[in-house]
Nanobody
Framework: VQLQASGGGLVQPGGSLGISCVASGSIFSIQIMNWYRQAPGKQRELVAS???????KYADFVKGRFTISRDNAKNTLYLQMDTVNFDDTAVYYCNAVTTIWGNRWGQGTLVTVSS
């Protein structure tokens, strides 16, 4: 499984930005897809996840602001980020938990919240 994230960029506080991640390869083996993020000087943290059955979970710090979704026809995972704040500045990584290849990671996309 290969993952390619895109869509990062500069956004103002209180604004919105959407990022996406295209999966390719052994898609059938994917059990869970996650968005993680890593801010400068901090550990990588889980932001949101969606299982193959559509069960969704969010970290408390993004609940009510971020929305994870997927388009199975396009093999694409999305993260819509609304009402962003400075603490949301980070490199965002998509991650897939697979039955064959274990954990797979995309290359990351940088989101910068700045006025």
């Amino acid at each position: 499984v290969q993952l390619q994230a895109s869509g990062g960029g500069l956004v103002q506080p209180g604004g919105s930005l959407g990022i996406s991640c295209v999966a390719s390869g052994s898609i059938f083996s994917i059990q869970i897809m996650n968005w993680y993020r890593q801010a400068p000087g901090k550990q990588r943290e889980l932001v949101a996840s969606i299982t193959k059955d559509g069960i969704i979970k969010y970290a408390d710090f993004v609940k009510g602001r971020f929305t994870i979704s997927r388009d199975n026809a396009k093999n694409t995972l999305y993260l819509q980020m609304d009402t962003v704040n400075f603490d949301d500045t980070a490199v965002y990584y998509c991650n897939a938990v697979t039955t064959i290849w274990g954990n797979r990671w995309g290359q990351g996309t940088l989101v910068t919240v700045s006025s």
